[in-house]
């Protein structure tokens, strides 16, 4: 089973909205979690890396007052799309890590932003 | 220079018969690790298969193996037995250097059609 849940899976909004979405690890606690975004037929692109208790650590290019991360929890990440515009239509994808061993990434199902 | 090369952008096999998708890296870091995921049409990245840059043995996780050459810096992944249901999307990842906050590298991915 999906030990990653992101939620919504799809949202469709007008211009100017403002887009939360969510991604929880579901059986394990991660302190990291990731952001990435992903165009048509592209590869997935990180955005930021999220951090429980602190500051999101963004990739260059990315506007941080754009995609706001809060990492209140171990189990809990949310990206909110401030003030969305079409050109932030996109693939969204978040991902978590187990600390415990050697586990690899285990992503949510992302979610598809549609901004009209 | 990308990390992360897939050579081939789209592979087509034959149901039953085995496929080989490249995967070449580069890094400095001794320490590294390669992972591939498969992407479906719905958008869920599943994770497949991973090697670590000090195994000793290539990787197998039932029908997926890797024939990892370090010396060669390659990492591809051999599907056996194709099945209708491996039609999907495939990115080589690389995870470089140690500790829970790493970051995964993606190629460009190749798109994998399996043919009845």
């Known amino acids: 089973g999906a030990v990653v849940s992101q939620h919504p899976s799809r949202v469709i909004c007008k211009s100017g909205t403002s887009v939360k979405i969510e991604c929880r690890s579901l059986d394990f606690q991660a302190t990291t979690m990731f952001w990435y975004r992903q165009f048509p037929k592209k590869s997935l692109m990180l955005m930021a890396t999220?951090?429980?208790?602190?500051?999101?650590?963004?990739e260059q290019g990315v506007e941080k007052d754009k995609f706001l991360i809060n990492h209140a929890s171990l189990t809990l990440s949310t990206l909110t799309v401030t003030s969305a515009h079409p050109e932030d239509s996109s693939f969204y994808i978040c991902?978590?890590?187990?600390?415990?061993?050697?586990?690899?990434?285990?992503f949510g199902d992302g979610t598809r932003l549609s901004i009209l | 220079a990308q990390k992360i090369t897939q050579t081939q952008p789209g592979m087509f096999v034959q149901e039953k018969e085995a496929v080989t998708l490249d995967c070449t890296y580069d890094?400095?870091?001794?320490?590294?690790?390669l992972f591939w995921y498969k992407q479906p049409s719905s958008g869920e990245m599943i994770f497949l298969i991973y090697q670590g840059s000090y195994d000793q043995q290539n990787a197998t996780e039932g029908r997926y193996s890797l024939n990892f050459q370090k010396a060669r810096k390659s990492a591809n992944l051999v599907i056996s037995a194709s099945q209708l249901g491996d039609s999907a999307m495939y990115f080589c990842a690389m995870r470089e250097g140690r500790g829970s906050n790493y970051k995964l590298t993606f190629g460009k991915g190749t798109l994998l059609t399996v043919n009845p």
């Open positions: 991902s978590a890590k187990n600390e415990k061993g050697n586990q690899p990434q285990h």
């Open positions: 890094t400095s870091d001794p320490s590294y690790g």
């Open positions: 999220s951090n429980e208790g602190s500051k999101a650590t963004y």
